[in-house]
């Protein structure tokens, strides 16, 4: 029987039942880590367990590809990894450093979200070469998806502090 004590993931000391769509920061303990500093931003563009309930995989992977490519464009360095939540409810920003506040990000994301809304704009690296998937894509709902999170933003409807799990 394995008995080895289970680490803590932050993520899963949030309560779900409470988070809505926001844009939430975990700095990382500059004491244990190998890195010199990072902060992981939680952009949730879907409440969890909601009506919605998920962005499909094809969006997933459409909006990993724009958000990967346009926030390494403009951040460029600073950006150590773009990538989707398995619950697919948003995606996970981790940049070097811990100066910026999750409404900085949200700013970030207004503008990431324009550029992937603005008209002629073609998903980055659709293509056999640069992609193991790269049929796997839906980019007419992806535009739904960060038009929906772009409203959101712009109506200063979002969440900036994780609702933790009441220990009581």
Same mark, same amino acid.
């Given at each position: 029987?394995?008995?080895?004590?289970?680490?803590?993931?932050?993520?899963?000391?949030?309560?779900?039942?409470?988070?809505?769509?926001?844009?939430?920061?975990?700095?990382?303990?500059?004491?244990?880590?190998?890195?010199?500093?990072?902060?992981?931003?939680?952009?949730?563009?879907?409440?969890?367990?909601?009506?919605?309930?998920?962005?499909?995989?094809?969006?997933?992977?459409?909006?990993?590809?724009?958000?990967?490519? /346009? *926030?390494?464009?403009?951040? =460029?360095? $600073? +950006?150590?990894?773009?990538? &989707?939540?398995? %619950?697919?409810?948003?995606?996970?920003?981790?940049?070097?450093?811990?100066?910026?506040?999750?409404?900085?990000?949200?700013?970030?994301?207004?503008?990431?979200? /324009? *550029?992937?809304?603005?008209? =002629?704009? $073609? +998903?980055?690296?659709?293509? &056999?070469?640069? %992609?193991?998937?790269?049929?796997?894509?839906?980019?007419?709902?992806?535009?739904?998806?960060?038009?929906?999170?772009?409203?959101?933003?712009?109506?200063?409807?979002?969440?900036?502090?994780?609702?933790?799990?009441?220990?009581?």
């Amino acid at each position: 029987m394995y008995t080895k004590e289970k680490a803590t993931v932050n993520s899963f000391t949030v309560d779900h039942t409470k988070l809505k769509q926001g844009i939430y920061a975990k700095a990382s303990p500059t004491d244990s880590s190998k890195l010199e500093t990072y902060t992981t931003y939680d952009i949730r563009m879907i409440r969890p367990n909601s009506p919605e309930r998920m962005l499909s995989p094809e969006v997933m992977h459409t909006l990993e590809h724009c958000f990967a490519t /346009e *926030i390494r464009t403009i951040l =460029g360095d $600073e +950006v150590i990894y773009v990538g &989707p939540m398995g %619950c697919c409810t948003g995606f996970y920003v981790v940049l070097a450093g811990t100066a910026r506040t999750p409404q900085q990000v949200a700013e970030l994301m207004q503008e990431v979200l /324009e *550029i992937v809304l603005e008209e =002629g704009y $073609e +998903v980055p690296f659709q293509n &056999p070469i640069s %992609c193991g998937n790269y049929t796997f894509m839906d980019f007419p709902a992806s535009k739904e998806a960060a038009a929906n999170f772009l409203n959101l933003i712009k109506a200063g409807e979002l969440e900036f502090e994780y609702p933790y799990i009441d220990e009581n």
